[in-house]
């Protein structure tokens, strides 16, 4: 099969839409393009490369740029997002192809580093593992109180409160958020309307994010939605000082809902949870894999440069591709 590969701009928008209702069960169409090109700051000018025969879209990759700090300082990532096949073009090559393009692009921009995340339990993780991406760190789920009766940990967040927010409180979320992450390494460069772009990218609703006030005074906020009959915590940032797993337990009571806390990224994340009582805790099967587009790079070497290795590495569910 003759694949020729084409720039969001260059298909028509209602085969993208269909594409990627088929296979991601995601909307994206024109208008929201448009959002995310006008709030999205990762996203590259072409948006996403589209593999074509017969005039069909058969395949996508979208493309982000962004800049992680690494051990050896701040260093610009490119970054795979929705990488979809049509159903007519499973096991063909189309999403290998249009892999390797947006690799090739992006050693064209002097990057070194390509990341996604996606699911161990995928057959999408197989390719990327083909590609050269190694997995860098399993992202780890936690549960409080859960479907089995299990005792919740002891409610210690009761000076906590969970405020809801609203699009005029960006400002004070973006300063929350950088003084959470100083001294960190990984995902620690979001620029300012991050947020924004996160809604315009249909990933995030105001809904769902709450600021968390001690004494009235905010020191962090977390990105909480209900799941069958859970609190879902995709994302919490909190100031220094200020326990995490005790805002878990606010978020717990003013849900009056069992926990479910995603994307825990270190060993002693995982270990602090369980000491605190989350007797389910443990990694999932969520990775973050990243990719040497220069030369070959293990694990280990991968888990050196963000940080895993000494504790220091950050990432957020808003983080994740």
């Excluded at 100083?182 to 315009?200: E, K, M, T």
């Excluded at 069992?258 to 369980?274: F, I, K, S």
Aim: glycine share 12%; aromatic share 8%; proline share 4%.
């Amino acid at each position: 099969m003759t694949l020729e590969i084409l720039e969001y701009d260059q298909v028509d928008p209602k085969q993208v839409l269909a594409l990627n209702l088929f296979s991601l069960g995601y909307a994206l169409d024109a208008a929201r393009v448009a959002a995310m090109r006008e709030r999205e700051a990762r996203l590259t000018p072409f948006v996403a490369l589209y593999g074509v025969h017969g005039g069909k879209v058969l395949g996508q990759v979208g493309v982000l740029e962004t800049t992680v700090e690494t051990a050896s300082g701040p260093e610009r990532f490119g970054a795979l997002w929705a990488v979809a096949t049509h159903p007519d073009a499973a096991r063909q090559g189309t999403a290998e192809a249009l892999v390797e393009e947006a690799h090739r692009r992006m050693r064209k921009r002097g990057l070194r580093w390509s990341f996604l995340t996606t699911s161990r339990s995928l057959v999408a993780h197989g390719l990327y593992l083909k590609s050269g991406y190694v997995d860098g760190v399993d992202l780890g789920q936690a549960v409080a109180g859960d479907a089995a009766n299990e005792q919740p940990p002891p409610d210690r967040g009761g000076e906590y409160a969970l405020v809801p927010g609203e699009e005029a409180q960006e400002p004070l979320i973006y300063s929350l958020y950088q003084r959470s992450v100083s001294g960190r390494l990984g995902f620690v460069h979001r620029p300012p309307g991050f947020i924004q772009g996160a809604v315009a990218a249909g990933d995030l609703s105001w809904e769902e994010l709450f600021l968390v006030h001690r004494d009235s005074e905010p020191v962090g906020y977390a990105v909480v939605s209900r799941r069958r009959g859970h609190a879902c915590v995709r994302e919490l940032r909190v100031l220094p000082g200020i326990e995490g797993v005790d805002v878990l337990m606010a978020v717990r009571r003013t849900f009056q809902a069992p926990v479910l806390y995603q994307n825990a990224c270190t060993q002693d994340e995982l270990d602090g949870l369980r000491r605190a009582g989350f007797g389910q805790a443990a990694a999932g099967w969520g990775t973050l894999m990243v990719k040497d587009l220069v030369a070959s790079t293990d694990r280990r070497e991968v888990k050196a440069l963000l940080g895993i290795s000494s504790g220091l590495f950050t990432f957020g569910g808003l983080d994740a591709t």
